[in-house]
């Protein structure tokens, strides 16, 4: 038998309808913040993400999903969202036009990472960038309607904001922070060792205890920010708060990717085990520049809705019933319940059976099936231009006019 690959899984059954519940919540939520839906490639040259995500980051050192393909090119499935947009956005020249952009999107990611719980190795984001708004009210408008999507979705979240810096202070901070570690630097993993020399700050977020002690003391980027960051820092916590949202500041927030400045936050949730982030984002200002456009600010986040999914599926009521099935006990009228389906197809999830059964069959079918309402034609019921109509949630049954069934449904 063929299986589907390690850390990839089918989108089936309740599991398709969870993801399309999450898409649409989504959706609904972020047009109302004026973004607009976009698409890019899957597959994009290795570079742009060796650029934008950054060298030195888990990502790119470890997570890629690349290969040459059969032409030489070096090649990669997105691992995230935020470079092939960004891409698309200076390649249309809009970098050069000016002006505000907003885009949102959704699909497939790809990370070679170890599969686990919350874990996978194709799973799905949905994720919006804001292009041309350099004002910190943007950075809080992406949380607020972070915050109403979760908030609609029923899910109960815990926000972390922090402050990275600007290309002034993060300098200095990160000099304060290397001198600070080298002094310990003995008891940190292979993986800091690295980050040591290719990019410090994610140190901060290592996983390791042992990494975690030596940080208890280390300088935090929100006791280094410049006036202008520490100006936009405390305006971002008074929207938020102005908004009824409440947060935690986490210092040692940096985000997995390497772009972020200034607004860093990270939504996570208790429900699902260690890996509890279920959306992270912030500012970039300076990945537009970094991949050949013009200067241009930006603020983005994405959403792991495999996460999301984990979460909604403990809290879902079993077996909610759904949709009408329709049958006839007798051949000759299929045509009937077929002209009857199509019409309650205009409003209504309606499945025909084509086959003439006995009432207990079908009805045993519409249950197991986990339909809401069964409606069944027999020559007697016809006859009379009726049809037999049960509730399978609270068991309930008559007979009623064909012609009642329109408002009675
Ligand atoms: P983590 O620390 O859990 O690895 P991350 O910082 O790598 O997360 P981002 O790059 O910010 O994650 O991606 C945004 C969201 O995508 C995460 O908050 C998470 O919900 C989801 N996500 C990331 N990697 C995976 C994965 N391998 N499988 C499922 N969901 C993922
Ligand atoms: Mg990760």
Excluded at 108 to 123: A, K
């Amino acid at each position: 038998m063929i299986t589907a690959l390690r850390g990839m899984k089918d989108l089936l059954e309740n599991d398709g309808k969870l993801y399309k519940f999450i898409i649409q919540t989504c959706e609904s939520v972020v047009k109302n913040y004026g973004y607009k839906f976009c698409e890019t490639p899957k597959l994009e040259e290795t570079t742009l993400f060796k650029r934008s995500v950054g060298q030195s980051s888990d990502i790119v050192g470890k997570e890629m999903y690349q290969f040459i393909d059969k032409s030489g090119n070096d090649v990669c499935l997105r691992p995230e969202g935020t470079a092939g947009v960004v891409r698309a956005f200076i390649e249309s020249k809009f970098d050069r036009v000016g002006g505000i952009r907003k885009y949102f999107y959704y699909g497939s990611m790809f990370r070679y990472e170890r599969p686990q719980r919350g874990r996978l190795r194709e799973f799905h984001q949905f994720g919006v960038e804001c292009f041309g708004e350099a004002s910190v009210y943007e950075d809080a408008s992406a949380i607020l309607m972070l915050n109403e999507i979760l908030n609609n979705l029923g899910i109960k979240t815990t926000l972390k904001i922090n402050s990275l810096g600007d290309g002034e202070c993060m300098p200095l901070y990160k000099d304060k922070l290397v001198k600070f570690i080298n002094i310990n630097k003995e008891n940190l993993c292979q993986d800091c060792l690295r980050r040591l020399e290719t990019n410090p700050i994610r140190i901060l977020d290592c996983k390791n205890d042992s990494c975690q002690n030596i940080l208890k003391n280390a300088p935090l980027i929100t006791d280094n920010l410049n006036q202008i960051c520490q100006d936009e820092f405390n305006k971002l916590q008074e929207i938020l708060r102005a908004n009824g949202v409440e947060f935690e500041i986490d210092p040692k927030l940096v985000r997995g990717l390497d772009y972020y400045c200034k607004s860093a936050f990270e939504f996570v949730s208790a429900e699902i085990g260690s890996q509890s982030a279920v959306a992270g984002g912030g500012r970039y200002d300076k990945l537009c520049e970094y991949l050949g456009g013009k200067p241009t600010a930006a603020v983005g986040w994405a959403m792991g809705i495999e996460r999301i999914m984990e979460i909604l599926k403990q809290k879902e009521p079993q077996n909610s019933r759904q949709g009408i099935y329709i049958c006839a006990l007798n051949p000759n009228l299929i045509d009937e319940i077929y002209k009857i389906a199509q019409k309650l197809r205009k409003h209504h999830i309606t499945e025909i059976s084509y086959e003439a059964k006995s009432p207990n069959k079908h009805l045993n079918i519409a249950d197991k099936r986990g339909f809401e309402i069964f409606l069944c034609l027999g020559d007697d019921e016809f006859s009379q231009n009726q049809i037999w109509y049960k509730n399978l949630n609270d068991k309930s049954e008559k007979r009623i006019s064909i012609d009642d069934l329109w408002s009675k449904i």
